[in-house]
């Protein structure tokens, strides 16, 4: 590969071979990450940052760290941008009060050019005040037509005529008993106070009228008919109307003051019957009138609506897009001439020419050509892998744990199979996985449907998003069932049994006196035609009818435990060496990767092989005398041995002993192996250092086109942060405590992450037993209620609906969840910690995809 370098090269020279050795990104390590610098002309630049976020390549860096965001190049322009998308959002809620639903905008739009700010400013706020005033009209309508309607219905509801008899019926209820010494009371009148009121209000408006006014006035108060609607809300709303008589300018001030604290709709109310009903049509008359303005008002609010549908969505999209690539050029830097921004961002190797390309694009129209180079760097570079619909599952598992550093070995690829297959451990059953199939399948078949993928629902997300890791899950659950041999815990004979019990009976000699006094029988293996070969594939169906299920399925599935748990975290450790030897530390395969295999095989690794070897060479004669796996590997530890258990094969306390001595002789040279060789490396460098070093090795950075690869590792920031390539300082007690640390956890974590992965056993046999009894307890007594087919069916309908309800709740949702976060916990604490650091950070490029999702 061409070195870049120091040198400048302009979008019409840069080397086409730049990633020519990468034509994919990989999963299995991530891609490398260059840090580029580039030159935008102040005339193109808007463009060519525009141009970048279309294609989503680069990650800018912030040049301006130090600088106020007020004080920034284009903050001008991003508060224009923000106050835009203020109007937007008062259009937007506007368009969904009228009941209106926002189309997406058509095709993938571009962000507009500088000068149609202005252009996109003025159309959008003449738009909003248009809106705002017909909103206004149309609110000062509605609530004059509510003040009409609501007087209309005072005058129509019927006070009148009682409270006008109480008016007209003789002097003697006009004129008070007892003639006041000053004179007749000839000027006294009976006054008229009528309104509406919330009806929630009417009896406390009535008590309190009541007190205040001492008993002298006569209320009415009556509920409309019909409701009337609301002038801002549009509910329809019930109102009570009241019409009140009273004697005295006094009382009349008091019902005032009251009806107004209520926030009462107060009319007038004309004595004459004839005048009310003329008032009555005159309303009626305004009413209609208002109700045509009101509807031509509404016509044109519509107009304007459709207007602002057709702004509103592409106008949203083009202005978080303009925004956005003013926020990127205020990470940029002004050269000292003015005349370019300088900005400096990640880039991964493989999109190298698609970015000259773009700036080659994007800068010649304006006369100008935009520049880029890369440039060393010492910070640890951004992590890039890219993934699919199928693999980002995966991926985020990981990813929830820590994000690889950069170029760290990635372990999604391995989880791919491994984490469904230890789910599938745990919760293996034929019926339940094809169950979890079959919905994953669903959705993977519709997960290009919009209404699928519009779902807001957050649990149906959740489940969207990992459709291909479920269906794995229950790929693997099917194969692990049928290994068990357990459907919905039921055993099924697909290939005949290896045991006849037949023979048995033949040759034992089985009595009906002899089967009357034993309840339980024994197939004995040894006699001949007894035991006919193992079954074609998994457990042989007999065992499900056998007394000793349970023990022999726990002997069977503890021991299948260990074994693949030292298998996944060896396998974690080999991983580790591809770590070591892409960074360069291949001292670290002698001192770090051989002990550690060496620990965890010599102990561990050879108890897999007891399990193994009494498989295959202990046979059903011997069976009854076979020594105990166990008891030899604590007489392992203790380098002692037991009478009375015998030996599997000739000179096993040797090979113990030298095993144990092995591995406890790795954990002095796993502890000060590689802080030694560090310190004996480093002392001799640090003598043979000329004076002008430094600047020889800053000029050599600039000649090495992965410096920016070479200058780190993760594990020589284990080592307290030495870089073979540097000066730093080294710090012996940093080194020896990060040594220190790793030794220990893993020395210890040999012995707990073994135990943890009988976990697969736990939880495998705490499913079985459960289904186990759920069909016991539900589908086996719904089978023994009716013998007849038309009491059965009737009787089976409701128990098999229940049974599948507590089917899905319990085992597919509480025990898939419980097998999935244990099979979560193997991975990020068992398998990962072998080699996986996961303290680096992702690639966040500049992109405007979800502005445009």
């Known amino acids: ?217 006569i209320a009415s108060f009556r509920e409309l008919e019909q409701p009337l609607e609301h002038p801002v809300t549009g509910e329809p709303a019930m109102w009570m109307t009241f019409l009140i008589s009273y004697w005295g300018e006094q009382i009349g001030q008091k019902i005032r003051k009251i009806t107004d604290c209520f926030h009462c709709h107060v009319f007038p109310f004309l004595e004459q019957e004839e005048a009310r009903r003329r008032a009555l049509r005159q309303l009626q008359q305004q009413s209609q009138e208002l109700q045509e303005v009101l509807g031509e008002t509404e016509r044109f609010l519509s107009q304007v609506l459709g207007r602002v549908l057709q702004l509103l969505p592409p106008g949203q999209v083009q202005v978080h897009k303009m925004k956005a690539v003013y926020l990127a050029l205020n990470q940029c830097s002004v050269s000292t001439t003015h005349k370019c921004l300088i900005a400096e961002a990640w880039c991964s190797v493989r999109d190298l020419p698609a970015l000259q390309e773009a700036l080659r694009d994007s800068s010649t129209e304006e006369g100008v050509s935009a520049v880029a180079h890369r440039i060393p760097c010492r910070d640890m570079p951004p992590t890039l892998i890219r993934t699919n619909r199928f693999t980002a599952s995966f991926q985020g598992i990981v990813d929830a744990y820590g994000v690889g550093r950069y170029q760290e070995v990635n372990p999604a690829p391995y989880t791919i199979i491994t984490f469904p297959f230890l789910f599938a451990v745990m919760f293996g059953d034929v019926g339940h996985g094809l169950l979890m199939f079959l919905f994953a399948l669903a959705m993977v078949l519709a997960e290009n449907q919009p209404a699928v993928k519009a779902a807001q629902n957050e649990i149906w997300q959740t489940f969207f998003r990992g459709r291909y890791l479920l269906l794995l899950m229950g790929l693997f659950s099917i194969y692990t069932g049928f290994i068990y041999n357990e459907c919905f815990s039921r055993a099924t004979s697909i290939f005949p049994s290896g045991w006849s019990v037949a023979a048995m009976a033949n040759q034992s000699g089985w009595s009906d006196a002899f089967l009357a006094q034993h309840a339980m029988l024994t197939l004995d293996p040894n006699v001949t035609g007894v035991f006919l070969g193992p079954y074609p594939f998994g457990i042989d169906p007999v065992w499900s009818l056998a007394a000793n299920h349970l023990s022999f399925l726990n002997s069977f599935k503890m021991k299948m435990s260990v074994i693949l748990g030292v298998v996944h975290m060896a396998f974690g450790v080999v991983l580790g060496i591809f770590n070591h030897v892409h960074f360069g530390q291949r001292h670290r395969l002698l001192l770090e990767t051989l002990p550690e295999l060496t620990f965890l095989l010599g102990l561990f690794g050879y108890l897999v092989f007891l399990v193994i070897y009494k498989w295959l060479c202990v046979s059903a004669a011997s069976a009854a005398s076979a020594p105990s796996i166990l008891i030899h590997f604590i007489n392992m530890f203790l380098f002692s041995h037991s009478p009375t258990n015998r030996p599997l094969y000739p000179r096993q306390e040797v090979v113990q002993a030298t095993l144990v001595v092995l591995a406890l002789a790795m954990v002095p040279i796993l502890l000060l192996g590689t802080p030694l060789h560090l310190l004996r490396r480093h002392r001799p460098h640090l003598r043979r250092r000329p004076a002008g070093r430094q600047e020889e090795d800053k000029a050599g950075l600039l000649d090495l086109p992965d ?147």
């Open 707 to 853: 410096a920016s690869v070479n200058g780190w590792s993760s594990d020589e920031e284990k080592a307290g942060g030495l870089d073979d390539e540097e000066e730093a300082e080294l710090v012996p007690s940093e080194v020896l405590m990060h040594q220190a640390i790793h030794t220990i956890e893993f020395c210890l974590g040999c012995v707990s992450n073994t135990a943890s992965y009988l976990r697969l056993w736990a939880l495998s046999l705490a499913h079985a037993q459960l289904s186990e009894v759920l069909w016991a307890m539900v589908m086996s007594i719904g089978l023994g209620l009716g013998r007849e087919v038309g009491v059965a069916a009737v009787v089976l309908v409701p128990i098999f609906a229940a049974f599948a309800v507590m089917t899905v709740a319990i085992l597919l949702v509480m025990e898939g969840l419980s097998a999935f976060l244990h099979a979560l916990r193997l991975h990020w604490v068992e398998f990962q910690n072998k080699f996986y650091s996961g303290t680096g950070y992702k690639l966040s490029p500049f992109t405007f995809a979800a502005t445009d999702d």
């Open 1 to 217: 590969m061409p070195v870049v370098g120091n040198c400048l090269w302009s979008a019409s020279d840069w080397p086409p071979s730049v990633s020519t050795h990468r034509t994919m990104g990989s999963m299995f390590r991530s891609e490398e990450v260059a840090l580029v610098q580039l030159f935008l002309p102040t005339a193109a630049a808007y463009t060519c940052v525009s141009r970048l976020g279309e294609l989503g390549l680069v990650e800018f860096r912030d040049l301006n760290a130090s600088v106020s965001a007020f004080q920034r190049r284009f903050v001008v322009d991003v508060r224009r941008c923000e106050e835009l998308e203020k109007t937007f959002t008062f259009l937007q809620e506007e368009v969904r009060r009228a009941g209106l639903v926002l189309p997406p905008p058509e095709g993938r739009l571009p962000a507009p050019p500088p000068r149609d700010l202005l252009r996109i400013q003025e159309e959008t706020e003449r738009l909003a005040q248009e809106l705002r005033d017909v909103r206004g009209n149309q609110q000062a309508l509605r609530a004059q037509l509510h003040q009409l309607q609501l007087h209309a219905a005072v005058l129509g509801q019927g006070h009148g005529p009682q409270l006008a008899a109480a008016h007209t019926d003789g002097t003697s209820e006009r004129m008070p008993l007892l003639q006041a010494p000053g004179g007749t009371h000839q000027d006294l009148r009976v006054n008229f106070v009528a309104g509406a009121v919330e009806p929630h209000k009417a009896p406390a408006l009535e008590r309190l009228l009541w007190r205040a006014c001492r008993g002298f006035l």
